[in-house]
């Protein structure tokens, strides 16, 4: 309610656009339970960000807005179930002044509920409370939410609040029958291209002809059509209702520009300072291929890549692949104590849903090693399938609050000549994240790894090593070899690795956050056996975050507890748990 007000607001004050916004400041008084700050936002009251402190601190508004004031809070105290409170408003030459007399409350006295669907976790009211219009509001919604949810789209749902002014109390009813379950019907795609075959459309969808309808299936399949980048417009139209069943009309408009390059400078802690260069061709040719090439160039690393995608190549009752190839060159020098120059080509079969994404492949590597002198020192030529799993309960890909994350990583090096590397590796991982009603969010993730070499030696880098802002922040991107003791390393790699990171994520100020925490590693050259005995390094930091569209921008501080002389600050952009 109080960003429809604002907007009228708004509109009122610039009604007269040659006229020039005068802002004044505002002072509240008599307020006690509405903060200040709610009272501001309702009329959009600006004032500078918290770190600009060398500028008057007041928030301000537009003159104009002064006649409408009073009428404006009065509206949103009633919202706030105040329905006696008293707003006066004058000005003097130096702001306008706002006078507030909130007196009693309306508290929801009893909520009546007659559901044959468990409603706990729905109903954001609580007996004994403030009512508040936003609270039944989002009630209502969650209510409805949860129908589709569940598969019930034809309820009997009835949700009424009674408001005894006199005695300032509000009694909740809600009754609820929610029937009988609906199912998905015919899916139909009524637009016909001839560019875009209807089975590429259908691989995407997380649902069925028969399927118990939900709402959330609707959701996954939007973002698994999009993830296609192939279309402008797409719509999933599921209003019809035909005997408890929903059929779904698809209707959509093809990208109309297909090729987009990025260009960019930026610094990463890993690779310092960088240049890149991103061409992409979206819907290439028609059903969904995309063709990208992507060059990145720093002080201490190079890598060309070029990459097919092609959707819905193969399906084995209803589990659709897709396949993608990956060519590309890299070099990588003074992270290591040798320098690493890589040809590679990738072959993908993949299979993604709301909650999975597999990937079985065949890869081909030269890599070749250098030393100091950058002479060539080590040449191998690898031959490896591979399996990804990954089972992803998070909220959010890009700022998860709740759930968990699995992954499992496997490769086997084939030994196709007398002198070739024959090796298994493989590396799972598992992250929790927990965010209680304070919003304060808990996060873990722990990774493990083991390689075991059948025949001949293993190029280095294929060893584990740690560091970086996703494993040990006290040191930087693989610098940490294995682990000795709590404060010595090696710099060569491992053949067991174990990693725990938590981290506490906490409210600074709006889009502003801090985070403490702790990492632990370690790295053996024991194949098979993991010794944690003595040989554990760990860490402690503080860190800090603002929350963008495409993630959390993050510093990250972290410290060696027993050596803090060896530190190191990491900045990232997205989530690492």
């Known amino acids: 309610m109080k960003y429809i007000l604002i907007l009228l607001l708004i509109v009122s004050s610039l009604s007269s656009k040659n006229n020039k916004a005068i802002l004044v400041p505002i002072i509240f008084e008599g307020n006690k339970i509405v903060s200040t700050s709610d009272l501001e936002e309702v009329i959009g009251a600006k004032k500078p960000p918290f770190y600009v402190f060398w500028k008057d601190r007041l928030p301000k508004v537009n003159i104009k807005m002064y006649d409408k004031l009073e009428e404006t809070f009065r509206l949103f105290y009633k919202n706030e179930g105040f329905y006696d409170a008293n707003i006066s408003t004058y000005r003097d030459r130096e702001a306008i002044k706002v006078i507030i007399e909130e007196n009693r409350p309306i508290i929801i006295e009893d909520i009546i509920i007659d559901s ?138 093809e990208v109309s520009k297909k090729i987009h390059t990025r260009m960019g400078l930026g610094y990463a802690t890993d690779l310092k300072f960088q240049g890149r260069f991103y061409w992409e061709y979206r819907n290439y040719h028609g059903n969904g291929k995309k063709l990208v090439f992507d060059t990145l160039l720093s002080k201490d690393q190079k890598r060309v890549e070029s990459r097919l995608f092609v959707p819905y190549v193969y399906s084995i009752k209803g589990y659709h692949l897709d396949f993608l190839n990956s060519v590309g060159y890299s070099e990588e020098r003074d992270i290591h104590n040798f320098d690493e120059h890589v040809v590679f080509d990738k072959l993908y079969l993949i299979h993604k849903s709301s909650q999975w994404h597999n990937s079985i492949g065949l890869g081909v590597e030269q890599r070749d090693i250098f030393n100091a002198n950058q002479i060539l020192d080590k040449h191998f030529f690898l031959i490896y399938p591979f399996v990804k799993l990954i089972y992803d309960r998070r909220d959010s890909k890009l700022n998860p609050k709740n759930g968990f994350y699995f992954a499992h990583n496997m ?97 600074i100020y709006k889009k502003f956050r801090g985070a403490l925490f702790n990492d632990n590693t370690m790295i053996s050259d024991n194949q098979g056996i993991w010794e944690f005995t003595n040989r554990v390094i760990s860490s402690a930091g503080v860190g800090f975050r603002y929350e963008t569209p495409i993630g959390p921008f993050k510093i990250d501080l972290g410290m060696n507890i027993h050596d803090k002389s060896q530190r190191a600050v990491h900045f990232q952009v997205g989530q690492s748990f």
């Open 411 to 507: 490769e086997y090096g084939l030994q196709y000549s007398s002198d070739s590397t024959s090796y298994l590796k493989y590396e799972d991982e598992l992250r929790f994240i927990y965010t209680p009603s304070w919003n304060i969010t808990l996060s873990s993730v722990g990774r493990i790894g083991a390689i075991e070499l059948y025949k001949n030696s293993m190029p280095e880098s294929k060893k584990f090593f740690a560091g970086g802002a996703f494993t040990n922040r006290a040191y930087g991107y693989d610098r940490l070899g294995i682990t000795e003791s709590p404060t010595k390393d090696s710099e060569l790699g491992g053949f067991t690795f174990a990693n725990l990171s938590l981290e506490v994520n906490f409210p």
């Open 116 to 253: 044959d669907l468990d409603l706990s976790e729905d109903i954001t009211l609580i007996k004994g409370e403030r009512f508040r219009a936003k609270d039944f509001t989002e009630t209502k919604r969650n209510i409805h939410k949860r129908l589709l949810t569940e598969g019930y789209c034809s309820p009997e749902l009835s949700t009424k609040a009674y408001l005894d002014l006199e005695k300032y109390k509000a009694f909740i009813k809600i009754d609820l029958e929610k029937r009988k379950l609906c199912h998905f019907g015919k899916v139909t795609i009524k637009t016909k291209s001839k560019t875009m075959d209807d089975d590429i459309i259908l691989s995407r969808l997380q649902f069925e002809e028969g399927d118990v309808f939900n709402i959330e299936k609707i959701k996954d399949s939007y973002e698994a059509l999009y993830s296609l980048e192939s279309f402008d417009q797409l719509n999933l139209d599921y209003s019809r209702k035909l005997y408890n069943r929903k059929p779904v009309d698809i209707t959509y408009k």
